[in-house]
């Protein structure tokens, strides 16, 4: 029986990937890339040569039944997308919806993603968060952020470069500035940066720059910020009595 293997891609550091994630895409029949220009950069770098075809969110309706196709006449199938792994701000999703239903097997292999080193990297609370993905860029986006004000687990969010000051700028105004918060950029590659501190703070350092790279924001949890406050009051005070 054919499967579709869904195989996470280094979002920046070639040495990401796994021994199993090559393997797959040395065995599979075919691969199904979000962008064959880029994928065909990774497959060079690791020696690997095999039909390829594209598949992104503006054809990925035109093309899931050929590739279901593949699938059904016995072609394993190893899908990636530019970075990180399949379906996660990428396209994916259709093609295992339409592969199940089609009583095509799906294997996802463990791998990177970008928001996992983010969130342990912010310092926020890691045992219980939502993640947003990008949000609306115009319709829905204002009535979005009024809906996770009040979300008390830590919030992951990706944006582009020249969004982040305006994005900052209206969660410290919704969420209050106080919350904390980090923007991590072009994790894993050579000039990786994680800059943590209020919304506020951040809203203004953001308000007329703009970085460059791949931006991943997380931001404190409604009600975190007490039990911040709370935790480090204790302490607080020992060393203030240590002192005298």
Do not use: W
Not at 32 to 47: F, I, P, Q
Not at 78 to 103: M, N
Request: glycine share 8%; proline share 6%; hydrophobic share 35%.
């Amino acid at each position: 029986m054919a499967k579709l293997y869904v195989v996470p891609t280094p979002v920046g550091n070639l040495e990401d990937i796994t021994l199993r994630a090559i393997r797959v895409l040395r065995e599979s029949d075919y691969i199904v890339a979000e962008d064959t220009r880029t994928s065909g950069n990774l497959l060079r770098h690791l020696e690997i040569s095999k039909p390829m075809s594209s598949y992104h969110k503006f054809n990925e309706h035109g093309v899931v039944e050929q590739i279901v196709a593949r699938l059904v006449g016995g072609q394993n199938v190893a899908l990636i997308s530019d970075a990180g792994t399949p379906a996660i701000s990428d396209p994916g999703y259709l093609l295992v919806r339409h592969a199940i239903d089609a009583g095509i097997e799906v294997e996802t292999l463990p791998g990177p993603t970008a928001f996992v080193p983010a969130l342990v990297d912010s310092g926020l609370p890691c045992d219980r968060f939502v993640f947003e993905g990008f949000l609306p860029q115009k319709k829905g986006r204002q009535s979005r952020l009024q809906q996770l004000a009040d979300e008390p687990r830590t919030l992951i969010f990706y944006e582009s470069p020249h969004r982040v000051g305006k994005t900052l700028g209206q969660l410290a105004e919704l969420f209050g500035g106080t919350r904390r918060a980090a923007v991590c950029r072009e994790i894993s590659k050579k000039f990786e940066e994680i800059v943590r501190g209020s919304l506020a703070e951040l809203a203004e350092r953001y308000a007329d720059r703009e970085p460059k790279g791949e931006i991943v924001l997380v931001v404190e949890g409604r009600g975190e910020e007490k039990a911040h406050r709370k935790e480090r009051t204790p302490r607080t005070a020992a060393s203030e009595r240590e002192d005298d």
